[in-house]
């Protein structure tokens, strides 16, 4: 044997090798038959994406964010896999987009990729057939008798009844059903539920769905069926770009520190609201987000005096210093004789006791409040005593105030509402914790974290405006004369 044939022999060993583990999984098959340069070892959810795919039984949506490769293993993946392992389960495939193009194109796509990779369609039974293939449909017949067809569509088209021969759909495939500008018609949003409910849901009386997507408002068709999901007959899933404990859900493609600086990024822009929605699958309707970017007002720090204002300090400590834990907050907010709020300060992060202590310390000695008020609960009541031991020993002296944390907070946070639509709360231009108040704010109630307008509402317990002094500018004196 030579060289030449034993290397051949080892290449078309490993490509076999690579075919057996292709075909129980989307994500082998896109790993090993569909590699490119930027790859990256794949996420959990792609993994559980594929099952739910090949061996799935019910009704499936998914709210996926943007960038976590929805389109190369859900569309690109799975039509291939079905075209290249013919089973009786998927051979007939309906992929639905938001425009009959989008899926058109798709299926182009898909057909060209197919019939320009010979390994893919060589059967060693004989030829196979093609006896159609175009933007609406590929069809392929197999030596041993197998078919699979694909077909195209676009939402609202003339889905309902949809057959091949006597057969229905075995899978049907929703991609991104909507775009962001059908979410601005409140009209468009009604006629695509009602399309959806009418023609699709009961598609999946007969045939699987698995509809993937982004948040793009209450109102759109992937958000309503993830509220609603007995109703709709679906199992659903969001899949975030961050979980609940604030890791990253695909690590070997986005790290923590990526993430959060590009969420800080869109915030100095003043477009956290674009990287929720697109990153975090957090949006709402305008009328229903509580705090809005149009609240927010900016003073100019140079020029502020607060010289008529009183000053008061909120302390929220957090019980951990892990990553996945609330923030540990400070915040300074000085109140004018009108009733305005400026926050003047603020300070978060994740830091021992003594650290926190120290900003604390800090803070105090360089806005001098009048009180510091500190949650009273457990370790955070604590605090308060660790700080008047402290006192002597750095020579610094203040009035600590116990802040009531009965109740929840977001009920807390809902009392801060009324102000910031009255424009009466303002934040120093520049400061670069005002992103992350901001994008706190504008997800309400639903982000990861709200430890800092937390902090903000706790200054409600504690903050008195100082009394409006009078004018005596009309008010005649006495004239000087000698005191008897």
């Given at each position: 044997?030579?060289?030449?044939?034993?290397?051949?022999?080892?290449?078309?060993?490993?490509?076999?090798?690579?075919?057996?583990?292709?075909?129980?999984?989307?994500?082998?098959?896109?790993?090993?038959?569909?590699p490119a340069k930027?790859?990256?070892?794949?996420?959990?959810?792609?993994?559980?994406?594929?099952?739910?795919?090949?061996?799935?039984?019910?009704?499936?949506?998914?709210?996926?964010?943007?960038?976590?490769?929805?389109?190369?293993?859900?569309?690109?993946?799975?039509?291939?896999?079905?075209?290249?392992?013919?089973?009786?389960?998927?051979?007939?495939?309906?992929?639905?987009?938001?425009?009959?193009?989008?899926?058109?194109?798709?299926?182009?796509?898909?057909?060209?990729?197919?019939?320009?990779?010979?390994?893919?369609?060589?059967?060693?039974?004989?030829?196979?057939?093609?006896?159609?293939?175009?933007?609406?449909?590929?069809?392929?017949?197999?030596?041993?008798?197998?078919?699979?067809?694909?077909?195209?569509?676009?939402?609202?088209?003339?889905?309902?009844?949809?057959?091949?021969?006597?057969?229905?759909?075995?899978?049907?495939?929703?991609?991104?059903?909507?775009?962001?500008?059908?979410?601005?018609?409140?009209?468009?949003?009604?006629?695509?539920?009602?399309?959806?409910?009418?023609?699709?849901?009961?598609?999946?009386?007969?045939?699987?769905?698995?509809?993937?997507?982004?948040?793009?408002?209450?109102?759109?068709?992937?958000?309503?069926?993830?509220?609603?999901?007995?109703?709709?007959?679906?199992?659903?899933?969001?899949?975030?770009?961050?979980?609940?404990?604030?890791?990253?859900?695909?690590?070997?493609?986005?790290?923590v520190k990526k993430?959060?600086?590009?969420?800080?990024?869109?915030?100095?822009?003043?477009?956290?609201?674009?990287?929720?929605?697109?990153?975090?699958?957090?949006?709402?309707?305008?009328?229903?987000?509580?705090?809005?970017?149009?609240?927010?007002?900016?003073?100019?720090?140079?020029?502020?005096?607060?010289?008529?204002?009183?000053?008061?300090?909120?302390?929220?400590?957090?019980?951990?210093?892990?990553?996945?834990?609330?923030?540990?907050?400070?915040?300074?907010?000085?109140?004018?004789?009108?009733?305005?709020?400026?926050?003047?300060?603020?300070?978060?992060?994740?830091?021992?006791?003594?650290?926190?202590?120290?900003?604390?310390?800090?803070?105090?000695?360089?806005?001098?409040?009048?009180?510091?008020?500190?949650?009273?609960?457990?370790?955070?009541?604590?605090?308060?005593?660790?700080?008047?031991?402290?006192?002597?020993?750095?020579?610094?002296?203040?009035?600590?105030?116990?802040?009531?944390?009965?109740?929840?907070?977001?009920?807390?946070?809902?009392?801060?509402?009324?102000?910031?639509?009255?424009?009466?709360?303002?934040?120093?231009?520049?400061?670069?914790?005002?992103?992350?108040?901001?994008?706190q704010l504008l997800?309400?109630?639903?982000?990861?974290?709200?430890?800092?307008?937390?902090?903000?509402?706790?200054?409600?317990?504690?903050?008195?405006?100082?009394?409006?002094?009078?004018?005596?500018?009309?008010?005649?004196?006495?004239?000087?004369?000698?005191?008897?």
């Open positions: 044997m030579t060289v030449q044939q034993s290397s051949k022999d080892k290449e078309a060993s490993l490509l076999a090798a690579r075919f057996v583990a292709a075909k129980k999984s989307l994500v082998a098959f896109r790993t090993y038959l569909l930027n790859d990256c070892a794949p996420a959990p959810m792609h993994h559980r994406w594929s099952d739910i795919i090949l061996t799935g039984t019910k009704n499936f949506a998914v709210e996926a964010a943007r960038d976590t490769a929805k389109t190369q293993i859900v569309l690109r993946a799975n039509l291939l896999h079905a075209l290249v392992f013919p089973t009786e389960k998927r051979s007939y495939i309906a992929i639905i987009r938001a425009t009959k193009d989008l899926a058109a194109n798709l299926l182009i796509n898909i057909s060209r990729e197919y019939l320009s990779r010979p390994e893919f369609y060589t059967q060693p039974e004989g030829k196979i057939e093609v006896v159609a293939n175009s933007g609406d449909a590929l069809e392929v017949h197999y030596p041993n008798g197998r078919r699979v067809r694909i077909e195209s569509y676009g939402k609202g088209g003339a889905i309902r009844g949809i057959v091949w021969g006597a057969k229905r759909p075995d899978l049907v495939v929703c991609d991104d059903l909507q775009s962001l500008s059908d979410s601005q018609s409140e009209a468009l949003l009604e006629s695509d539920w009602n399309w959806f409910l009418s023609d699709i849901k009961f598609l999946g009386a007969e045939c699987r769905i698995f509809m993937i997507g982004n948040n793009l408002g209450e109102k759109c068709i992937i958000e309503r069926v993830l509220r609603n999901p007995e109703l709709c007959g679906f199992e659903v899933e969001r899949c975030p770009i961050l979980d609940e404990e604030g890791n990253s859900t695909w690590p070997s493609r986005f790290s993430i959060m600086q590009e969420k800080e990024d869109y915030a100095r822009l003043g477009k956290a609201d674009i990287w929720y929605r697109e990153k975090l699958c957090q949006c709402r309707s305008p009328d229903s987000q509580l705090f809005k970017p149009e609240y927010f007002r900016y003073y100019n720090p140079a020029t502020l005096s607060t010289n008529r204002m009183t000053v008061f300090m909120a302390v929220d400590p957090a019980a951990s210093k892990k990553s996945s834990a609330d923030y540990s907050v400070n915040i300074v907010v000085g109140l004018n004789e009108e009733g305005h709020w400026f926050v003047l300060d603020c300070w978060y992060g994740r830091k021992s006791p003594t650290e926190h202590m120290d900003e604390i310390f800090r803070m105090v000695s360089k806005w001098n409040p009048i009180t510091v008020g500190i949650e009273k609960v457990a370790y955070q009541a604590a605090l308060g005593d660790f700080l008047k031991k402290e006192m002597p020993r750095r020579n610094i002296f203040f009035t600590v105030t116990d802040l009531a944390a009965a109740g929840k907070k977001e009920i807390r946070i809902e009392t801060l509402q009324p102000r910031f639509a009255a424009g009466s709360v303002w934040f120093p231009q520049g400061a670069a914790w005002v992103p992350e108040m901001e994008s997800a309400f109630p639903t982000g990861i974290h709200d430890d800092l307008p937390d902090a903000l509402a706790y200054i409600e317990q504690i903050a008195l405006p100082p009394p409006k002094r009078r004018r005596y500018s009309n008010i005649k004196m006495p004239k000087a004369g000698r005191i008897h």
